[in-house]
């Protein structure tokens, strides 16, 4: 395997999330996708990571203004 640019990585992420089926999108709600130029200094290891406020915690938000689940991949 050979190392790919951080621009390259980017092209990856797009067309993995551009084969997606429309009726799959469809059912993210309030989800965001960032990409890392490095993994966390503290588990360098992980690659990526889903961060989610759980539903029971949704809920206390009233189901406004939660903070979206993040996808950050490395």
């Keep these: 395997m050979r190392p790919v640019t951080h621009d ?3 092209a990856i992420v ?5 084969d ?3 009726e799959l999108m469809a059912m993210l ?3 965001v996708f960032f990409v ?3 993994p966390s ?3 360098p290891d992980l690659l990526g ?3 989610a406020t759980p539903p029971t915690a949704r809920a206390e938000w009233g189901g406004q203004g939660a903070p979206p689940d993040r ?3 490395c």
């Design 29 to 31: 709600d309030n989800v």
């Design 36 to 38: 890392e130029d490095e």
């Design 8 to 10: 390259e990585f980017d």
């Design 71 to 73: 996808n950050t991949l």
């Design 20 to 22: 997606v089926p429309a």
């Design 49 to 51: 990571i889903y961060e």
């Design 14 to 18: 797009q067309d993995a999330l551009d």
């Design 41 to 43: 200094a503290d588990d």
